[in-house]
């Protein structure tokens, strides 16, 4: 006879599921001994339940397969929360397992008992207590196929007196969807596309992660219509080195390229993207939709012609429909100004280098106690990491430098906070991507703030030999709201950070640590650290008040008034 908790390890097992995030306590108990005696399943145990969610995200993000945490009753299943929301934002499945009082305590106010269905409403696409074992096969194959089909949260109770019930003989082991078929929108919608794309005289495209498993009809795409490709950040991965007609990205993150594509088209087309910042999509342009789901259509841009389908096939079956356009002038325009910027972001790697606060270009120094320049570091990162390394960065200025200066080559991927937005994600998320496979190199672009957040968790790196390569930007700042305060005239406040020795707190808890405190040092230091077996930790003094990037935006005067000035920075830095 099976158990309740064996029962669900067994179909999470069946199903590939090979690790579980968590802290192990009370309700839970019996789920953590099943998961013991079940050899195709790795227990992870987490310094805060938060880190967990954070690393099962990471792996769903990854492999496209479900990741599984834990949180016991009350606060730990609380913990959760962040990470969750930050899988459900990444539309990724996760599957929750939560903890909960005894069934004849719940609603009696009994310690540390929180209403779990209420708590994981907003966050979750299923939520249910399971209170029978009879009842317990359908809920798991409920909550975790509604977690794959709709790519988001489930969250599954289990009372402290329901793991250990024994399920009726002959109980089959739940089962669970595999991906659907792909989708393409009808052939008359398609002819309809294909006119107005065969009409146009220049063409934009918007890429997003949406169009991953399309790289090669991407391409076609790109070349047939001559048309500049603007990625969105989490397109980076595929076709930054993969599309000769990439111009960067816009947004916060933008350069002078992308407006350059965007004024010069009469067609934009998006392609599986849901970018957010509709102030810096062009006005009065045609605009065509490419998204897997209808409820994207229109809700950043009004659009024209909307194709709900995916990507590969919808793309495969609208090429042969397109003309090859002769004229490359738009094309052009916008590759030649992408140039010129890539071009001037190299100066900022030269050790040597110097500048003002405010952006002012001054003389090389050769003092060599100088901080370093977050785009050094940035730099020599993407020179010496593994062509398939998987990269992890913080919200923030991490992202920023990340986004300039490392190029997604060869099978490099990318995984972040990217809608959410939350402190602390990098660390985590690196710790459950190398959890996936230990021979992979793992880098994490590290804020000082965010790495802090979550400290304890360095612990789990070294308990469960995850060799993770931790980056960390020490520049004693919340360094992006910095940059807000300084956007609109106020004075940094709260910003400073009390850091300690992050080299030396690593090696306290058995990473190797390396401190940067030199630019001349950065080259050999981060060479060091990314062949250095085991985790590591590199702690490098860069500079809080070098900062040439777009403002970010701001709480004070609002999102409005940031985009406005990121807009005017892009549009006179040509």
């Not at 908790?5 to 099943?34: F, I, K, M």
């Not at 060599?368 to 785009?375: F, K, Y």
């Not at 190029?407 to 660390?427: D, K, V």
């Not at 979550?454 to 360094?479: C, Q």
């Amino acid at each position: 006879m099976s158990t309740v908790a064996e029962l669900l390890v067994e179909s999470l097992a069946s199903h590939g599921v090979r690790s579980v995030w968590g802290v192990v306590g009370d309700a839970l108990n019996p789920v953590t001994d099943a998961i013991r005696r079940e050899d195709r399943v790795d227990w992870i145990g987490v310094r805060h339940e938060e880190a967990g969610a954070f690393a099962a995200g990471a792996q769903a993000s990854l492999t496209g397969r479900l990741g599984v945490c834990m949180g016991t009753v009350g606060p730990g299943a609380i913990h959760l929360l962040n990470g969750l929301y930050d899988a459900a934002k990444s539309r990724v499945p996760v599957l929750a397992i939560c903890g909960q009082v005894p069934r004849e305590e719940i609603g009696s106010d009994f310690f540390q008992e929180v209403n779990n269905d209420v708590l994981f409403a907003d966050v979750a696409v299923f939520t249910a207590t399971v209170s029978t074992a009879e009842q317990a096969p359908g809920l798991i194959e409920q909550a975790v196929n509604a977690a794959l089909a709709e790519r988001g949260v489930a969250v599954l109770s289990i009372p402290g007196d329901v793991g250990g019930l024994e399920v009726p003989h002959g109980t089959r082991v739940p089962q669970f969807l595999e991906p659907a078929s792909a989708t393409v929108p009808e052939a008359a919608e398609l002819q309809k596309v294909a006119a107005v794309l065969n009409a146009a005289e220049n063409v934009t495209l918007l890429v997003g992660m949406g169009a991953r498993e399309a790289l090669a009809e991407v391409q076609q795409l790109a070349e047939v219509l001559a048309a500049p490709a603007v990625l969105t950040l989490k397109a980076k991965e595929r076709f930054e080195e993969n599309l000769p007609q990439e111009v960067g990205q816009s947004g916060l993150l933008g350069n002078h390229a992308s407006k350059v594509a965007f004024d010069g088209c009469d067609v934009l087309f998006l392609v599986g993207t849901d970018f957010p910042y509709r102030e810096f999509l062009p006005a009065g342009k045609t605009v065509v939709q490419l998204d897997v789901r209808g409820a994207h259509i229109g809700r950043r841009v009004l659009v024209d012609h909307g194709l709900v389908g995916h990507a590969q096939p919808t793309l495969a079956s609208l090429l042969p429909l397109l003309h090859q356009k002769t004229s490359t002038g738009h094309l052009d325009k916008a590759l030649k100004s992408y140039g010129a910027w890539r071009e001037r972001q190299v100066q900022f790697t030269d050790p040597a280098f110097d500048r003002k606060p405010k952006g002012l270009l001054r003389r090389k120094v050769d003092n060599p106690e100088a901080r370093i320049r977050p785009e050094l570091l940035a730099a020599a990162v993407d020179r010496h990491a593994a062509s398939d390394a998987l990269f992890t960065s913080d919200t923030g200025m991490s992202t920023v430098w990340l986004a300039r200066f490392v190029r997604m080559r060869g099978e490099r991927r990318l995984i972040g906070s990217y809608n959410l937005g939350s402190m602390a994600n990098a660390m985590p998320h690196a710790l459950g991507l190398s959890a996936v496979d230990r021979s992979r190199q793992v880098v994490a672009f590290c804020g000082d703030g965010g790495l802090s957040m979550l400290l304890g968790d360095l612990i789990t790196a070294v308990a469960y030999e995850l060799p993770v390569k931790l980056v960390v930007f020490n520049n004693g700042r919340l360094g992006m709201v910095k940059l807000e305060m300084e956007q609109v005239g106020l004075p940094e406040y709260g910003t400073k950070l009390a850091n300690p020795d992050f080299a030396e707190v690593a090696r306290a808890i058995g990473l190797t640590g390396i401190r940067v405190e030199r630019p001349g040092d950065v080259e050999e230091a981060v060479s060091r650290g990314l062949e250095t077996a085991g985790p590591v930790l590199i702690d490098v003094l860069t500079n809080p008040d070098e900062i040439a990037v777009p403002p970010a935006p701001t709480v004070h005067q609002g999102w409005g008034f940031a985009i406005a000035k990121t807009k005017e920075f892009i549009e006179s830095h040509e």
